[in-house]
């Protein structure tokens, strides 16, 4: 068995792999690749940004905005669901506020775009 350390939105875990069957010569590491920055969001509104960014926590399909845009939601209130990798993933407000949406629903979203603002 082999034990590694995955981080998974800023939290680290240790998970152990065991290996199954006949062992192949390992391979040279890669080279560490840099990340491709994200296209930018083009959003309904211009302008500066007030209030807390609430920003894609990994890429994924929006698949529904839970409230109206414009409603007021406390912390914790569930705002959207994300699809990644075939599982529905609910986003939860990390404040209280009012919410001005940044995407619409069937938008693909890279990790870290913005999603909503909370002010």
Not at 59 to 85: C, Q, R, W, Y
């Amino acid at each position: 068995m082999r034990n590694f350390i995955v981080t998974i939105d800023g939290k680290q875990y240790e998970v152990g792999v065991e290996e199954v069957g006949a062992s192949a010569p390992a391979a040279a590491p890669a080279a560490p690749v840099a990340a491709k920055p994200a296209a930018p969001q083009k959003s309904a509104a211009a302008g500066p940004v007030n209030g807390t960014k609430f920003t894609a926590p990994m890429p994924g399909m929006i698949k529904k905005l839970s409230v109206a845009n414009g409603s007021t939601v406390k912390e914790g209130d569930v705002i959207m669901v994300l699809e990644a990798m075939k599982m529905d993933n609910d986003l939860t407000a990390p404040c209280a506020g009012v919410i001005t949406y940044k995407v619409s629903e069937g938008s693909n979203v890279d990790t870290g775009a913005l999603l909503a603002v909370i002010g």
